[in-house]
C-alpha cells in the first residue's frame, strides 16, 4: 500500500467547516486508493471525515471585537497548540480556510517550527479592500492562495503578496437551488404583482442601522405598487430582533428562517433591497435586479472611508469593474432613494436590462475557473507540491 497523504486543516468556523469538507470530497477522488490521513482544527462535519481534533473548534470560534478580547489568551494559547500539533503530524499539506486573524497567524507560526510544510490559505483575505499590507506580510508564510473571486489574483500579486489562484466560488455549484423553475419563473416575471427581497444583513449592527430606512422603502414602493409582496429571509438566531424591528412598519414583510424558506424567496423574487455584502453576489447568480444600501455607526463610516479605497464595495460591480448594483451608503441610503431605485427595476425596461445583462457577464466571469472549486482547489494545492515550489529546506 503507498504512504498515505497527510493533510493538516485549519477551519476555524462551520463555513470553513463546509469548505474543507468539500476539499475532501474532491481530494480522495484525486487520491484514488492512496489512504488519507487527516488532523487539525474542525467541526463535527470535518471531524465525521475523519479529522483528528487537536482541540474543540469552539474554543477559537468567536467573533466580534468584545468577545475576541475576552477570550485572547485561549486565543493565543489554540494558535500555539494548532502550530505545535501540525509541526509534529508532518503533513504533506497544511490548509488553512477563511478565519484569517487566527488561521494566518498558525501558519506563521508553522512555518518558523517546521519550514518545508508547503501552506496553502483558502479564501483571500479582502486586502484589496483594506489592511493591503496585509497581502505583503502573508507572502512568507503562505506560499499559495485559493481565491473565490476572480479579481483576487491579479490584486494579490499588485500588492506583492503570495501566489494567488482563482479556483472558483461554491455558489457557482447552487445556480439550480437560486434560480426558478418553471412555476417560479412565470411568478418572477410578474411585475404586476412581484415579490420583493428585503434582506437587511446577518449582522445586529446592519440590522439595527439598516432596518428603519428599509421600513419607510417597503411602504413607499407598496404606496406604488400595492399588490407586490414582500420576504425578508432571516438567519434563525436574529428572527426576534428582525421581529421587533418589523412590528414597527407600517407594511409588513413575510418573514422566512431556513435554507429551503430562503432559497423558495430567491426562487420567486422579482427585486430586491439588500445590504451591500456576499449576498448581492448570490443576487446577481440569481439574477434578481437589486438595490444595495449600507449604513452604519457615524464613527464607523469615517474610519471605514479613510480605509477603503475602491469605487465601489458591491461584489458584482468589482468583478466587472464597473457599477450595475446601484448602492447607497450611510446618508444617501434614504428611503425615498431605495423605493426609487426598487421601483425602476421591476417592471421590463432599461434599469432591469442593464443589471439583468451586467449579471450574465458576472456569470461568465465566475465560471472562468471551471465547475468545481473544490476539484480546481484540490488541483492548485496538488500542482504546488508538484512544482516544490512550497519546499524551503
Excluded at 517546521?114 to 507572502?139: D, F, K, L, Q, Y
Excluded at 464607523?300 to 464597473?322: D, F, Q, T
Amino acid at each position: 500500500m503507498s504512504r498515505p497523504f497527510r493533510l493538516a486543516i485549519i477551519a476555524g468556523e462551520a463555513s470553513g467547516d463546509a469548505l474543507a469538507t468539500r476539499f475532501l470530497v474532491a481530494l480522495r477522488a484525486r487520491l484514488g486508493e492512496r489512504p488519507l490521513e487527516l488532523m487539525g482544527v474542525g467541526g463535527e462535519s470535518l471531524i465525521a471525515q475523519g479529522l483528528v481534533p487537536l482541540f474543540p473548534q469552539a474554543d477559537i470560534a468567536v467573533m466580534g471585537f468584545g468577545p475576541v478580547i475576552a477570550r485572547l489568551p485561549l486565543l493565543l494559547r489554540r494558535m500555539s497548540d494548532a502550530a505545535k500539533g501540525v509541526a509534529a503530524f508532518a503533513p504533506d499539506l497544511l490548509l488553512t480556510i477563511d478565519s484569517p486573524d487566527f488561521s494566518l497567524r498558525v501558519a506563521k507560526k508553522v512555518r518558523a517550527r517546521a519550514p518545508a510544510i508547503p501552506i496553502v490559505h483558502w479564501v483571500c483575505p479582502s486586502v484589496w479592500a483594506w489592511r493591503s499590507g496585509r497581502a505583503r506580510r502573508m507572502a512568507p508564510h503562505v506560499d499559495r492562495i485559493l481565491a473565490l473571486l476572480p479579481f483576487e489574483p491579479a490584486a494579490l500579486a499588485r500588492l506583492h503578496g503570495p501566489s494567488t489562484v482563482y479556483v472558483g466560488h461554491p455558489l457557482m455549484e447552487r445556480l439550480a437551488d437560486l434560480r426558478p423553475n418553471l412555476d417560479e419563473a412565470a411568478r418572477r416575471a410578474d411585475s404586476e404583482r412581484p415579490e420583493i427581497l428585503i434582506l437587511p444583513g446577518s449582522r445586529r449592527s446592519e440590522i439595527n442601522h439598516l432596518m428603519p430606512a428599509f421600513g419607510q422603502a417597503v411602504a413607499l414602493i407598496a404606496a406604488e405598487r400595492p399588490q407586490a409582496r414582500f420576504v425578508l429571509p432571516a438567519v434563525a438566531h436574529l428572527r426576534d430582533l428582525i421581529g421587533e424591528a418589523v412590528a414597527a412598519w407600517p407594511v409588513k414583510p413575510e418573514i422566512v428562517t431556513g435554507e429551503v424558506s430562503k432559497l423558495a424567496a430567491f426562487r420567486g423574487a422579482r427585486a430586491a433591497l439588500a445590504a451591500s455584502g456576499t449576498v448581492t453576489l448570490e443576487l446577481a447568480l440569481a439574477q434578481i435586479p437589486t438595490v444595495a444600501a449600507y449604513r452604519g455607526a457615524n464613527w464607523e463610516a469615517a474610519i471605514a472611508r479613510r480605509l477603503i479605497k475602491l469605487p465601489s464595495v458591491i461584489l458584482p460591480n468589482l468583478i466587472l469593474g464597473r457599477s450595475v448594483v446601484p448602492e447607497f451608503i450611510q446618508e444617501m441610503a434614504t428611503p425615498e432613494a431605495l423605493s426609487r431605485e426598487v421601483l425602476a427595476i421591476i417592471p421590463e425596461g432599461e434599469a432591469r436590462a442593464r443589471q439583468l445583462a451586467g449579471f450574465d457577464e458576472v456569470e461568465t466571469i465566475m465560471r472562468s475557473a471551471g465547475a468545481s472549486p473544490a476539484a480546481n482547489a484540490v488541483e492548485a494545492a496538488l500542482a504546488l507540491l508538484e512544482s516544490g515550489v512550497a519546499v524551503r529546506v
